[in-house]
Each structure stands twice: as structure tokens, then as C-alpha cells.
């Protein structure tokens, strides 16, 4: 039992190194990818106490390079589904009662082991399995992750502080218990970080989780479970299995004790999980937490009085940045007239510079595409605005699978505000611009709030303050996350909760308190230090 209130450790952000030419995290991690690429790899399950290796195995290959086989996953069955519900539920007593500092001290030491020991392990399998380039992959696998377990532990101190007044006589206190059941955790393949914050979240405030994740993303999900169990985490408290969603879900969502779930993907799958769990309703011992980020079509408005460079710069940096492979990605550009013959000539600049290739050369700023399917859709957007008389191709358009899944980053005109490219997300290096008449800013508001049903990210540029506070007003309902005067990625916790609403999401800010409050179910507990022992109050006596 815990034998006084603890203060943690204090809120500090994990600082981005720079792999400077020279620099010993650069030489560290080369040599990391390296001795990847050396050898081949086979990615069990995590169920309970057991490594599960089914031999139904999949290749893991580099999306830059196809052909070269990092290692094999072990797909898993309905058997290995109801094997880690069963885990998660016979470890869920001992977890839900253990200190919570106890808890907190795994988190934090997985934490130190990724920011020291795992650092360069982990961003290379990132850089490997997912083809980020050094920096993308140190701000996510990395220090986004690190500034998860770290400002969590912080998030559930504030939680646990927060109690009721008490009266005369009476003690309040309010527990913060974890939910009835298990999570179920579903990450998807672009941020490491994410898919280490979402069965972690959960299981930091008590809670036993069932991890799925994406399939491209398995390769760097090893060296979070490798680090998990290296911090400590008791086995079944968190369970990555491998199967296939629709072979997990008939399982995981027809169980009684399914108590939430914690999502990042798609917004179609999200509907569609969200139904499910209406219908099976009266199956569940309690109403489940449905906490999810899905999709986004995020736009940047930029007024007359804006900054050319500041505008392309941006747009360069938020649309092809890890690929436009982004939830929050700038997909969508209005640019006023007077400004746009200068934004445009600088981002065809910045783009005859930009070179692309495989992660392992540290000069290219756009790798490949996550895979084949993903190649496939993203080049019928490009192909089918070839050949449309309302588009114009303003840069790239170019594409090769050869070798990897590569995808010129794309900037098209469309001379019609509801073209397809404006209105769907893509989910590639593929930004779409829409030019306005210069003084028709306010008229061009409406059109970027009902042109998508997402509203997750949306940035503004502008020197003129009153057009600022008019963007910020009228698109309120139109961004979770609203940045000024910069790209509309990058959102940093404990900074800049991340989540959008409409189509996007539950808004539940992934990295805060809002988010932690979501996995537990709180009991007031009334004390009374001397218990009344007769039933007449005042009132009753007489005149």
C-alpha cells in the first residue's frame, strides 16, 4: 500500500536531437539501420506470459525498397484473440490494485529506455518499417512517444488530486477506478508514438489492454512491447495480437466485459466499430468508452496580408512531410490572387530541391509511400486530375513502384472549390490548391467549412489581426487543432492536445488530462465521522 503522496517527475518535453553529419546519434543509428537490414526477424504475439509464433508469417519489407525482407510477423487467430482476453481479465485484479506510483514507475522507466538505450533501435525500425526519414522518425518514435509515458504519469497525478469539499463532520474522497473489463487498443501504421499511447494510456490508469497493430506497423510495434517488458509491465496487462480486425472484433466486441476502445484510423472502420457496439449493447457488463481519431482534410487559408514565404514554406513542410502520410497533413490550400503567381514559384523552388529516395540516405526529405495499396490509390487521385480540364498539375505528378512504393510530392490546381481532391482525404503527398479572389476572404470561410465532413487540423496566415480573429471565430467548428501563422502538423503533448471532431473524431486529446479521464470510473465515497443515531431533525420541534 502506498505510504504517501508522491510528486513525479516534472513536465520537460524530450529534446529532438539534431543527426547533424558527425553528430553520435547519427553515427548510432546509421549503424542501428544497419545491423537491421543485416538480418531477418520473426514478430511473435504477446499474449499473457507467452510469445505466440503461429507460422501463418508475413514479410516485412521496407516500403522504399520491397523486395528486402526485414523479418516475418505471425498472424493470429479468433483462439489466440480469446487466449488474450482471457490474460487480460486474470491480470486485470493485481493491476487495477497495484500502487499507482508502482504503475507510473514502469511508464516512466519505458520512457528513460527509449530516450537512452532503445532511442536508435527504435527509430531505425521506424525508419525501416514505416520509411520516415531520421527526423520524422525522431520526433515520433521517439520524443513523441517519450512525452507520452512522461506527461501522462503527470496527467493521472492531477487526476487523482482532484477531490470533493467535505462538510462538518464528513469525509468526501473520490477513487478513480480503472473500467470494468479490457480495452481494446487499435493503432494505426503512421506514428510509432501513437501506437505505444494507446494501450499505454489505458493501462496507466489501471486498465488491461488488447493491442492491435496496424500490420505495417508491426516491425517498430516489437520494440515497444521489447521495451514494455524491459520497464517491467506484469504480462497480460498489455496483449499485442496479430489478427486481422474483423477476426479480432467478432470476438473483442460480443464479449461482456469489453469495456472501451481506444482508435486510431480510418473513419469509415470507426463508423462501423461505433455500430457494432450499439448493436451489441446488451451484451456488455457496462457501457463502453468509444474514444477514436479518425480521418482529416486539412486545410490552410492564407488572407492577402500573409506572408509568401511563410505561406509555401509551410505548405511545403505540412503536405509532404513523412509522405502526406499525416491525419493532420495540409491537403487543401486557398491562397488569395495577389498572392498566389509568388507562393506557387516558391514551392516549385523548394520542391526542385527536395530530393526522394530511401531512408537509409540522410539527404532525402520524401521516402515512399506505406505500401501498395495505399500507391495504388494515392496516383488515380493524380492520374484522374491529369485528365480533368478543371485541374491543372502545378508540380510532380510522377510516380514509380519499381523499387519502392515512391510518389512524386503532387501540387494541383483546381479551379472548382468542390473538386474531388479538395473534399477527399487522400493520404499522400498530394495538396490541392484553390485560389480566391483576394477580397472575397470572408466569402471563402463557408467554403472551407462545408467542403470536408472532417475538422481535425486547419491552419491560417495572415499579418492582419482582424483577419485572424475572423478566421479563428468562423472556422471554430472546423479544426480540433487551429494553428496560426504555421503548418497545420506537428502538434506536440502536453503543448498541443491533439484531436478533431465531425468526421475526424471524439476529440478526446490523445496526450492530456481529457484524454486519461476517458479510462476510469470514478466512486465518491461519503464518510460520515460520527454517525447520527436519532432520525428527527430540528425542524420537527415544536414552537
Not at 486498465?207 to 509491465?233: C, D, E, R
Not at 526522394?356 to 509511400?369: I, T, W
Amino acid at each position: 500500500m502506498s505510504k504517501g503522496i508522491f510528486n513525479v517527475p516534472a513536465i520537460k518535453n524530450e529534446p529532438v536531437k539534431s543527426y547533424l553529419p558527425g553528430s553520435p546519434e547519427r553515427i548510432e543509428l546509421k549503424k542501428a539501420l544497419e545491423e537491421a537490414r543485416s538480418k531477418v526477424i520473426e514478430i511473435p504475439q504477446y499474449i499473457g506470459s507467452k510469445e505466440i509464433f503461429s507460422q501463418n508469417k508475413h514479410a516485412i519489407s521496407p516500403p522504399h525498397d520491397h523486395q528486402h525482407v526485414l523479418g516475418y510477423f505471425h498472424e493470429g487467430t479468433q483462439e489466440d484473440v480469446k487466449e488474450a482476453v482471457h490474460a487480460a481479465l486474470e491480470a486485470r485484479e493485481s493491476w487495477a490494485s497495484m500502487s499507482w506510483e508502482q504503475r507510473a514507475s514502469i511508464f516512466l522507466k519505458a520512457a528513460e529506455l527509449i530516450a537512452g538505450p532503445y532511442r536508435a533501435e527504435i527509430n531505425a525500425a521506424t525508419m525501416l518499417g514505416q520509411s520516415k526519414n531520421a527526423y520524422q522518425a525522431e520526433i515520433d518514435s521517439a520524443c513523441e512517444l517519450i512525452d507520452f509515458l512522461r506527461l501522462n504519469v503527470n496527467f493521472m497525478k492531477d487526476i487523482y488530486e482532484q477531490q470533493p469539499e467535505s462538510s462538518d463532520g464528513v469525509w468526501n474522497r473520490m477513487e478513480y477506478r480503472p473500467l470494468e473489463g479490457f480495452v481494446f487498443a487499435i493503432t494505426p501504421f503512421n506514428f510509432t508514438a501513437i501506437a505505444g499511447n494507446l494501450p499505454a494510456a489505458p493501462a496507466l490508469m489501471g486498465n488491461v489492454v488488447l493491442w492491435k497493430p496496424a500490420f505495417t506497423q508491426v516491425y517498430s510495434a516489437h520494440v515497444i512491447m521489447k521495451v514494455f517488458k524491459k520497464a517491467g509491465l506484469p504480462d497480460g496487462v498489455i496483449n499485442m495480437i496479430l489478427a486481422d480486425g474483423p477476426v479480432a472484433g467478432e470476438i473483442i466486441f460480443k464479449h461482456a466485459d469489453f469495456a472501451g476502445i481506444h482508435f486510431t484510423g480510418s473513419t469509415k472502420v470507426f463508423q462501423t466499430i461505433w455500430k457494432t457496439i450499439g448493436e451489441n449493447i446488451p451484451v456488455y457488463k457496462s457501457f463502453p468508452r468509444i474514444v477514436g481519431e479518425t480521418g482529416g482534410k486539412d486545410f490552410v487559408l492564407a488572407h492577402q496580408s500573409a506572408d509568401a514565404k511563410a505561406v509555401a514554406t509551410g505548405l511545403i513542410r505540412g503536405a509532404f512531410e513523412y509522405q502526406g502520410q499525416k491525419c493532420s497533413a495540409a491537403s487543401r490550400a486557398y491562397i488569395p490572387s495577389n498572392l498566389w503567381e509568388e507562393v506557387k514559384e516558391l514551392m516549385i523552388k523548394d520542391l526542385a530541391e527536395i530530393k526522394m529516395g530511401g531512408v537509409e540516405d540522410f539527404s532525402n526529405f520524401v521516402n515512399a509511400v506505406i505500401d501498395e495499396k495505399s500507391f495504388d490509390k494515392i496516383t488515380t487521385y493524380i492520374e484522374n486530375a491529369k485528365e480533368d480540364a478543371t485541374t491543372e498539375i502545378i508540380a510532380g505528378g510522377n510516380y514509380d513502384k519499381s523499387k519502392g512504393y515512391f510518389v512524386e510530392p503532387t501540387i494541383i490546381r483546381a479551379f472548382q472549390p468542390d473538386y474531388v481532391t479538395l473534399c477527399e482525404e487522400i493520404f499522400g503527398p498530394v495538396l490541392t490548391v484553390y485560389v480566391y479572389e483576394e477580397d472575397k476572404f470572408e466569402e471563402i470561410i463557408p467554403v472551407i467549412d462545408s467542403t470536408s465532413p472532417y475538422a481535425l487540423t486547419g491552419a491560417v496566415f495572415a499579418t492582419d489581426r482582424y483577419a485572424i480573429q475572423y478566421a479563428t471565430e468562423h472556422l471554430v467548428n472546423s479544426a480540433g487543432n487551429f494553428y496560426i501563422n504555421d503548418k497545420p502538423t506537428g502538434a506536440v503533448v502536453g503543448q498541443q492536445p491533439f484531436g478533431g471532431a465531425r468526421a475526424s473524431g471524439t476529440n478526446d486529446k490523445a496526450g492530456s488530462v481529457l484524454n486519461l479521464l476517458r479510462w476510469i470510473s470514478p466512486r465518491a465515497i461519503k464518510e460520515t465521522l460520527v454517525s447520527p443515531v436519532d432520525y428527527k431533525y430540528a425542524f420537527l420541534k415544536e414552537d
